[in-house]
């Protein structure tokens, strides 16, 4: 039993356990998934659509995390990445053809590997601190965003560009397959070969771990430009949802979302040790947790406050301290009553 | 008895001296290169434009910025200790709209102006021991403060509060003439500036500010030196959130006001400021006075661009290619100091 209470991913399921179960006794149909022509709907479907870009993100960020680092520009390479595909999707005037989206989609997920590529050079490189070296590109990268399509928002008309996100596969959603494929590509490369193990060296210490013959620089480099291909990936399927470019609202706030998930599932900030699993139970607890503030009736916007409770609970989870704290006062609950049950049994 | 040098001697001696001068200023360099930066910013546009330097126009410039000032003056104790606060600008904007429908509900503005800056300070104080008790990083720790100021900026009101307070309207309204040719002052900036001279004096003059330089320098040394470690690091965010709580004070005052999205991405040109006027990220390094010429930096990049009358999406770029350019600078500056020792 404690070995199962010592597990890493202990907490974080029992986080999303307890939030589903809070929905499901608010609302009995929460967990209910009914099937239309084939397909399955319910609201544990949509939270496995809806969770495809923050789950490529996040998974970038863990390897990013895993490295000493952090990667705020992701979102900002979510609208550079969307605003490239419509642009060329647009202009093209054959929003149909599967030539142009290959073209469009291609290209826009290299501008977000370009994206990565630079932040590693300036983080692996340059030695910059990660916080202010992807810092530059989201504040930049907005703006760049905003250049490409002009200031406005683009919008297109594409029934195969749509599918990516809202199409359905086999009753699931797309978008589900395409995380599903993230995590087994980034769990296979991470953890079938000794890159997994390189970049926890590095991440727990770039000097040992060079003078091991580590090559830090080059793993950190890569883990970046993984960062910025998933975030790349990530702005299409988001312009797919909405079928526009928005380079204002594309993944805002999306770099806070996934480095929460990436807390939530385990990973330490401070580099080092990272759980894929860890970080899929984050992403899926973060929009469970948005469904719920949406179902309860919140209004979308005191979001935040629900937000920031959830980051304090767990951060204090997590804290040594707290815990501490906790083992004392159960402590001292325990010598103040002797008379407990299980001490009766005991002495039978 | 030679009056007389000879010249390489001299030359060796000028060299010298200079040589001195940087090792013994190596942190000051940055903000000199700000500095030069500001200056080359303004010849040049005045150069470009030929009616640039207007006093009108260099008067609006404080004017428009002294939120982001007081801001910066904030972020800056925070950042010197090693930490970073992502929360100024939700905590500017909760704090406007608190002070805003306590004003709607008839009280006076010298109990509301109080109770904002004690809000502000509140919430610092929240994340400050969330970072110093709990270990929490100061990246997630704010980031909670962020989410919290944000949220509870919506809870007071979903729309904006007009601000009809002729006390704190005044603080905007304002417009102290010096002289005849057009130079104004308002209270706003009076009050920014006011901060930064403290925020300087503070950090320069008094134990707390010396512990500070300490804290970012090498926390543990500081903690054998037997300094107050705890106590400093967690005042350092409690000056971040009372400085947000004047910040809101005065963009309530600047918008006349408030509303719950105000300063969305403040904080990011906050931190983009500080680290232009040549504080360093990993703490211990930096001066208000750098922070200052960080926002004026800024300021003027903002006015340029509206001057130029290109798209405003070319102001975030900038920001980012000059803050680019200043971390690469601090970056060698920092290399050269280590090999020299």
Redesign the interface.
Known sequence: MSAVVKHRLFWPLVVLLALILLNTVSRPSFVSITVHDGRLYGSLIDVLRNSAPLMLVALGMTLVIATRGIDLSVGAIMAVSGAVALTIIQDSGDAANPAVLAVAIGTAVGAGLVCGLWNGFLVAVLGIQPIIATLVLMLAGRGIALLITGGFITTINSDPYKFMAQGYVLGLPFAFYVSLAAIAVVALVERRTALGMLTEAVGINPEASRLAGVRARGIIWGAYAASGLLAGFAGILYSSNIMAADANAAGLYIELDAILAVVLGGTSLAGGTFSIAGTVVGVFTIQTLKSTITFLGVPPAVTPVFMAAVVVVVVLVQSRRFRRWVGLLAASLRARSPRRPDRAEVAS | MTTTQTAPARQARVAGSRRRFMTRHASWIPVFAAAAILVAMVVGAQLYFGHFLTPRLVSSILLDNSYLLILAVGMTFVILTGG?DLSVGAVMSFTGMMGASLLRAGLPSSVTAPTMLAAGALIGLGIGV?VQ?????P???S??????A???G??VS?ESIKVTDSSILWLQGTRLHIGGSGWYVTPTGILALLVVAAGALLLAYTRFGRTVYAVGGNEQSARLMGLPVARTKLLAYVVSGTCAGLAGVVFTAYTGAAY?LNGIGTE?DT??AV?IGGTL??GGSGFVVGSMIGVLVYGMIKTVINFLGV?Q?????T???L??VF??VQ?VIV?RSARRR
């Open positions: 970073i969330l008790y709990f270990d929490v990083q990246f997630i720790a980031l909670a403060g962020m989410f919290l944000r949220g509870l919506f809870v979903l719950p990011l931190i983009a680290v990220l990993t798209d999406s070319w102001t975030r770029i920001i980012g290619a803050l680019l971390v690469v970056r290399a």
